[in-house]
């Protein structure tokens, strides 16, 4: 059952309103997995009360309602930025490694106030991946687009070492038996396997180490590499250049804004529901061009008379 906050300034006890965890991640506290930890661990008043369960709700315009003692002032204004990450960044808040994490790269975004934004990821690109990440302080929409992710078509551009065959890559598209969990559960001897699902998957350059566009709806850890190793191959770049209705279209460690009819878009697909994609990326069409087929160099002479060159 939900608990009735009071706020000392009203006599009347305030018994409907919105989920606490809610109310925090809409003003840019946390996600909204990370605010359900703030109210567990006793970090959260309302009204001067200390909350612990986690089926509170509360009426942010009434309540006070405060954050290891900070007095929360409304909701926070919501923004959205698509950011190219690049290889050697973490998709973390911080990093016990101390290796560079992707906040680092939007540290220069402020508010309109030239207040400084807390934004959180929207899902992950491992350490050496690059490409497409979501940046956001709507933790509503990112929790959404989080449980919604087995739905939501992502798209990459991954270099493979080798050739693969065709059967092989039949086999990608129509599900392959992969590891699931880390790679250190493996090794413990709690091996665990799981076929993905379908996937699309085209060849967009070819050569010794060919390029090839994966689109997936599901996002295992480390999917795109275990799969391919499945078939014998080396992942050697993923580039996730596709999220929803999304194609990247800034340089790497540059990020901007996204418009309010993409935003919707992202609302949509949070919601299951079908998007249409923007137009293929500049990048993306020059991986699909054909590669011409290198010509000798062989220098030519022209017959100026018999049995002479010019």
Known sequence: MSKSVRNPEHSEP??????????????????????????????????????????????IERDHIRVDGKLLHGREQQRYYMLNKPRGYVTTLADPEKRPTVMELMARQKGPHGDHVRLYPV???????????LMTNDGDLANKLSKAAAGVEKTYLVKVSGVPSNESIDQLRRGIMIDRGRLNEVRSGRRD????????????RGGDNPWYELTLTEGRNRQIRKMFEEIGHHVEKIRRIGYGALRLDV??????????????????????????????????AQLKKPVPPKTSKRRTFTKTGPGRRG
Request: no cysteine; hydrophobic share 40%.
């Open 193 to 204: 396997r799981v076929i993905t699902a379908s996937a699309k998957v085209e060849q967009v």
């Open 14 to 59: 305030t018994p409907t309103g919105e989920r606490l965890q809610k109310i925090l991640a809409q003003a840019g506290i946390a996600s909204r997995r990370k605010a359900e930890q703030l109210i567990l661990e006793g970090r959260v008043q309302v009204n001067g009360q200390v909350i612990t369960e986690l089926g509170t709700r509360a009426d």
């Open 251 to 284: 340089a790497p460690g540059e990020f901007r804004e996204l418009t309010p009819g993409e935003v919707t878009a992202l609302g949509r697909a949070a919601r299951g529901l079908k998007v249409v994609p923007k137009q293929k990326t500049p990048e993306f």
């Open 123 to 133: 899902g992950r690109l491992d350490y050496l991946s690059e490409g497409l990440l």
